[in-house]
């Protein structure tokens, strides 16, 4: 089974930046799509960034639109979200997910996750 760990969260002024990673104990991590989803109190988790295997194709939710960029490294097995002119409304527990197979914005369809790490956004 894949394990997923993140790291990279914190507290962070308005306007700054953070990046996150992902790293998985995986050797083929290039077959799996994986996303960023979070969740703040009282809300759903929803994906906030998306890449594909090949990291030819990302998906960004409009919130975030233009601020973040997803990336990956196949032979460090990580995933990146690099997170650029924070807004307070961005605090909540963000998590990486994996599948195989093609990019999804699907919760559901995501098979693997981390246990999340906290991004503060203070005003």
């Known amino acids: 089974q894949v394990q997923l760990v993140e790291s990279g969260g914190g507290l962070v002024q308005a306007g700054g930046s953070l990046r996150l990673s992902c790293a998985a104990s995986?050797?083929?991590?290039?077959?799996?799509?994986v996303g960023w989803f979070r969740q703040a109190p009282g809300n759903e988790r929803d994906i906030v960034a998306g890449i594909s295997w090949s990291g030819g194709s990302t998906y960004y939710a409009d919130s975030v639109k233009g601020r973040f960029t997803i990336s990956r490294d196949n032979a460090k097995n990580t995933v990146y979200l690099q997170m650029n002119s924070l807004k307070p409304e961005d605090t909540a527990v963000y998590y990486c997910a994996a599948r195989r197979g093609v990019l999804s914005t699907r919760r559901e369809e995501y098979n693997y996750w981390g246990q999340g790490t906290q991004v503060t956004v203070s005003s």
């Open positions: 995986v050797r083929t991590f290039s077959s799996y799509a």
